[in-house]
């Protein structure tokens, strides 16, 4: 059974901070790892990443995968209060889209 | 505007009474699913479509059909709904087989009493 564990599942930080998302897999047939942030409504896409090491990046947001050790990180530097969300890991196997539990960032002033 | 469409955003029904959820992509994505969210459990995948005609149970798809007639359109239709399938449920769809960037629909909150 594919396996995405994402830690932790909640955050509390201060506006400024700098945060780091764990997402570990165990999947057969990977094909690619995606990060959604969630805000109340639906999941909007974040990043897709295909290839280790290299890292993707959005302004404040980066991540970075190793499919050697079957993890992402998701880092969010110089924190706002806008980045308060559920952040969603998703990994592809096949044909199936599994999703982690998400980790619940809450950025205070 | 490129979206995925879903209908109703909300509904309370009573146990037993069919009802379908309506999903439509105007982006002619081959690829669409149907997943529900619960807390503690997070989305889980109901099922998935490849092309029109073509589908496929997800991880939790008892209770549930779907059918894909058209490349557009992707309803969730539950028979005889019972309380454990209240849920926040969404559409999403992409490009190609899976493997892209998926789009969600905005959601149907759904309660069975």
């Known amino acids: 059974e594919d396996k995405v564990v994402q830690s932790p599942l909640s955050l509390v930080v201060h506006e400024g901070d700098t945060v780091t998302l764990n997402c570990s897999y165990e999947v057969t047939n990977f094909r690619s790892l995606l990060w959604y942030k969630q805000e109340k409504k639906a999941p909007t896409f974040l990043f897709m990443l295909t290839s280790s090491g290299i890292e993707k990046k959005s302004g404040r947001l980066s991540s970075i995968l190793d499919k050697k050790e079957l993890f992402s990180i998701l880092n969010i530097t110089a924190t706002q209060t806008g980045d308060s969300a559920v952040y969603l890991c998703a990994v592809v196997s096949g044909s199936r889209l599994t999703f982690g539990e998400g980790t619940q960032l809450t950025v205070n002033p | ?113």
């Open chain 2, 1 to 113: 505007e490129a979206q995925v469409t879903q209908n109703p955003r909300y509904l309370i029904t009573v146990t037993g009474k069919k009802l379908t959820v309506t999903c439509s992509q105007n982006m002619n994505h081959e690829y669409m699913s149907w997943y529900r969210q619960d807390p503690g459990l997070g989305l889980r995948q109901i099922y998935y479509s490849m092309n029109v005609e073509v589908t496929d149970k997800g991880d939790v798809p008892e209770g549930y059909k779907v059918s894909r007639k058209e490349k557009r359109n992707f309803p969730l239709i539950l028979e005889s709904p019972s309380p454990n399938q209240t849920s926040l449920y969404f559409c999403a769809s992409s490009f190609g087989s899976l493997g892209s960037e998926a789009f969600f629909g905005q959601g149907t909150r759904l309660t069975v009493v």
